[in-house]
């Protein structure tokens, strides 16, 4: 698979594995949701039963439960196979579903092991329908730092969950989506679903 922008592994990496303090008063359920999960995320950062190398295995799956929880990977497998997802029966959306979610697992989880106490500051939310943007800034653990991070976000039930992470103006979505088109329009859907499983294949769980 093509090499990902340093703006989407940010994106990504900051976007769901750093703590967030609780969303500010003002904010709607959309933000206060997001605020809540990131914060079991760093509960599980910093649970001593989690440190050290030993337990990076359990350390990672812990995050991962949270994380599942947290995104809708079906819409976000939608919106990244944009316009060819129409073409696919249920069966093959579901195999690129579950492969796609276990790239970006796969692939990000290991920046856990980089956590240095930063934080996610959600300032606010937008709400329209079933759809939100949460908007936040990405802190330094002195508190330093301001980088804008937005979390689309859409309601499943009484639950709001992730599909997309945007930072500087670019969407990690978008990168992804730009990418599989470029594939597709060389190559047959099963050629880059096989691809994309060789690629998960050779990723450390």
Not at 16 to 40: H, M, N, T, V
Not at 42 to 51: I, R
Not at 128 to 148: F, S, T, Y
Request: proline letters at 4%; zero cysteines; glycine letters at 10%.
């Amino acid at each position: 698979m093509p090499r990902l922008s340093t703006t989407v592994i940010l994106g990504f990496s900051l976007g769901l594995l750093l703590g967030a303090p609780p969303a500010p008063a003002f904010a709607g359920p959309a933000a206060e949701q997001l605020a809540s999960q990131i914060e079991r995320v760093l509960a599980v950062l910093g649970d001593p039963a989690f440190k050290g190398d030993a337990q990076v295995a359990p350390r990672r799956q812990a995050v991962r439960r949270v994380t599942d929880e947290l995104i809708d990977w079906h819409e976000m497998g939608r919106r990244t196979l944009g316009a060819h997802w129409q073409t696919l029966a249920d069966g093959d959306r579901t195999a690129f579903v579950t492969l796609f979610s276990e790239l970006l697992n796969r692939a990000y989880l290991k920046n856990l092991d980089r956590y240095d106490g930063e934080k996610i500051v959600v300032t606010g939310d937008a709400v329209d329908g079933d759809r939100a943007l949460v908007q936040a800034r990405v802190v330094g653990r002195d508190g330093h730092g301001g980088m804008p991070l937005d979390f689309a976000m859409v309601r499943d039930g009484e639950q709001w969950r992730v599909w997309d992470i945007r930072m500087h103006g670019m969407s990690m979505v978008g990168g992804y989506r730009a990418q599989f088109a470029r594939l597709l329009q060389s190559e047959r859907y099963d050629t880059v679903l096989r691809r994309l499983r060789e690629h998960v294949d050779a990723l450390q769980p």
